[in-house]
């Protein structure tokens, strides 16, 4: 396969997979951190309108969903990519950052938050995963 075919297919693959962790991990996360009482966390509105109750113990699994979900996602794309395998990590990492971005314009949440999330969960998990994926495993 031509290479950059195959490398335009990698960062694909990595996007849609890294967003399926992301999704399910918040799709759990009400059941393994339930919500503060009376909160609508299944849309936008009723997230923005109640997130003012939320604990930092409720930030969990959004941060790791938003981690988690890149360092898959750029360890998929490296893994399949036939070069730049760190390039394109770091440019799923990149991709993922801009929706965290986004995310930070949608939605009211603390400070605190925000800046962890758009400084450890994008760019150190894209790197992670770059380095991840370029290790060679020598046969003992």
């Excluded at 699994?61 to 996602?73: D, E, I, K, Q, R």
Aim: aromatic residues 8%; hydrophobic residues 55%; charged residues 10%.
């Amino acid at each position: 396969m031509n290479p950059i075919v195959r490398n335009v297919l990698a960062v694909i693959a990595g996007a849609v997979i890294g967003s399926l962790v992301n999704g399910f991990l918040i799709s759990i996360s009400g059941k393994v951190i339930p919500p503060p009482n009376g909160t609508d966390v299944t849309t936008l509105e009723g997230l923005k309108a109640s997130i003012h109750l939320f604990e930092p113990k409720h930030f969990l699994f959004p941060f790791l969903a938003h981690a988690l979900g890149t360092l898959v996602g750029a360890f998929v794309a490296a893994k399949l990519a036939a070069t730049n395998k760190m390039r394109i990590a770091i440019g799923i990492g990149v991709l993922f950052l801009l929706g965290g971005i986004s995310n930070c314009f949608m939605l009211p949440a603390p400070v605190w938050f925000m800046a962890v999330d758009l400084i450890l969960a994008y760019i150190p998990m894209g790197y992670l995963a770059g380095k991840m994926a370029s290790k060679v495993v020598k046969a003992s």
